[in-house]
């Protein structure tokens, strides 16, 4: 059911699409928020790195904190002072300056190291991890001091940790999954395990110090969790409204789609002449629709009426030899009934005249079964490749022969550029094409005038045809001339010798057969003046065959 196909399909892509920005923003906030976070972790393994480095380079604690103790001072000339004494006396000039500015600043970073939030004295490192990173309460931050053995050989130790790493340390979840680091460097690990936790970790270090920053992500993961759990009640809601707007959207837009299903049901044989019609409907899909719709049914009323039409010709065609037929016969059997016998000679006359109309009768029946082939596309062609213009040539001598007898002038307009262009046609039939056109030139044209069989190249076809001096054929009759049976005034009143009379059914033949072999023909008339009939064919080169011939 199309409704239902409308609706589910509708539901799916609005679920795609929810899924879709789903998943879409899910990452988004994720790499966002991880995002951040490495750069704060980043931003605090340095900062602390750096502050550590500027310690002194003592062996332990306890000389840090006499260090910081010796440091403080009340006023910046007690800093000068003491730090004019740590310089060595050999020291003049810019060295000196260097230098004594060099300890000022590594006192005062001590002395401001060394106090707490609350401006107490504190364990130094405390001081500087409690100025360095962002929450003291979550950061795990350990920091190891870098030594050599004699034997050159890196060792690191303990030097700082956070309280609330206790015992452990986060060092050995790392260590695995570093590579070679360079000096100065640091970098966001992947998230780790750690405690039952996932645990995201900075490193920083150079040659004294090698500091490590983690911070538990539980939060930004109950965060997305909360997220999805978000999204998946949303779902469900989501496709109850999908359903019931798919449901409205179908009815709404199939509405105008079933009407124009009733008023075609509606149309049938005895009024194919109604068309669809559709007030205050002007989308253009449903305008595209009634129009192909009101143009097949216009066609259907053109194929009804033709079919009547011929029907009805077709019947009094061969009535018409029927009823000679019969009274040829019973014209005869009157004279047996009368004499008892049958003059020879009036025997030989109704023969002759009863084959004349079986003659009649059977090539309005071939016809009929040619027509036939050629509608239900079974027209056999055994195509060949031919020059046209050779081919014609041949064709005019014998049609010469005939204008002769009946005191016409035939002329061949063949153009010479034509003389090695091929066209793939079958003779047989061709030679219907240009035999039938001849044949009605030369039947209709007056004695005197003068019937052409003419060849010219266009491009990727050949025009040929026939052109004539007879009566011409009237402006009305021109677009009726290829239909079935139909003749005009001329072919009804002409020739009285029933060899020669018009069945109506040559240029449909000749019609059907240009079609067949993929080209068109074309007529052109002025009354008095005569007619021209010309034929395209596609060349070799470019071939176009019609539609449900075959090549044998």
Known sequence: MLRLRLILWYSLLVLLTISAIGFFQYYRIRQSLFAALDASLVDDARTTLSLVSTLPASANKEEMHRHGEVHSANSLRELIDHALQEVPDTMRGTELADRVVSEIIDQVL??????????????????????????????????????????????????????????????????????????????????????????????????????????????????????????????????????????WLARKALRPIEQIAGMAQEIGAKNLSKRIELPGKRDPELMTLIETLNSMFARLESSFQQVSQFTSDASHELKTPLSIMMGEIEQAERHLETANSLDPEEARQVLISLMEEVDRMQRIVEGLLLLSKTDDRQLALHRESIVLLDYLESLGEDATILAEERGLNLKCALDSHAKNVRISADKTWLYQVVMNLLDNALKYTPEGGTVTLFLEPAGHELRFGVADTGPGIAKDDLPKIFRRFYRTDEARSGPSDTTHRSLGLGLAIVKSIVEAHGGTIEVTSELGHGTRFTVAMPTDAHPTLGVGTSNE
Do not use: C
């Open 110 to 247: 001590s002395e401001l190291s060394f106090q707490d939030s609350g401006g107490r004295m504190a364990d130094p490192l405390d001081a500087i991890v409690e100025r360095s990173v962002s929450s003291r309460r979550n950061n795990l931050v350990e920091v190891y001091g870098v030594t050599k053995d004699a034997a050159n050989r890196t060792h690191e130790e303990v030097f700082f940790r956070t309280a609330n790493l206790g015992t452990d340390t986060i060092m050995r979840a790392v260590r695995p999954r570093q590579e070679h680091w360079s000096s100065d460097t640091t970098a966001a690990y992947s998230t780790i395990s750690f405690r039952d936790e996932h645990v995201r970790v900075a490193r920083a270090h150079n040659d004294r110090f090698d500091v490590y920053v983690g911070f538990p992500v539980t939060d930004i993961e109950d965060s997305l969790n909360s997220f999805w759990d978000s999204f998946y009640i949303g779902l469900p809601i989501a496709l109850v409204i999908s359903i019931l707007g798919g449901l």
